[in-house]
């Protein structure tokens, strides 16, 4: 028995299954516990949260914009929040409050428009300071996501 390993079961029987707002409360503490307690997943040389838009802002102000390691970076984060934007999209319709439609709305945007500003600091052909300018406008954008996110875990309690 490894510790590294994880082993997922399916179930097919409906009595199996956890419950849908167990497992969306459970990912939306889970985002929130990696933005505000990142040290707690991060490892040598590698950050997330907050922590990690800092170390990539400081790697362009390196001269690091032009990398592939830049790219890619920015490719893998555009794509992570453009998924969050349709998984907002795929909860809506299951909330129960309209304050939390309008938070899963508010989030899918606000993801949205993250990925846009991240589809610019990724090009490795920008100028330096356009990557910064669309770096500091995702991070902010990410930030208030992440409000978002404990607002709207608040609003699944019942």
Not at 66 to 85: D, P, Y
Not at 95 to 123: D, F, H, P, Q, W
Request: hydrophobic share 40%; net charge negative.
């Amino acid at each position: 028995n490894r510790k590294d390993r994880v082993q997922f079961t399916l179930y097919e029987e409906e009595e199996h299954r956890a419950d849908e707002a167990l497992l969306l409360q459970t990912a939306l503490n889970i985002a929130i516990e990696m933005q505000s307690a990142s040290n707690k997943f991060e490892q040598p040389g590698y950050r997330c949260g907050d922590g990690a838009w800092e170390s990539w802002l400081t790697g362009i102000d390196k001269g690091l914009g032009s990398s592939h390691g830049h790219w890619w970076s920015g490719t893998v984060w555009m794509e992570c929040r453009k998924m969050a934007a349709n998984f907002f999209d795929e909860i809506e319709p299951a909330m129960k409050s309209a304050r939390a439609v309008t938070l899963c709305r508010e989030l899918s945007n606000l993801y949205r428009e993250c990925g846009e500003y991240l589809e610019i600091a990724r090009a490795m052909e920008a100028d330096a300071s356009l990557q910064r300018a669309a770096l500091t406008e995702g991070r902010e954008l990410d930030l208030r996501c992440a409000g978002l996110i404990t607002e709207l875990l608040f609003e699944t309690v019942d």
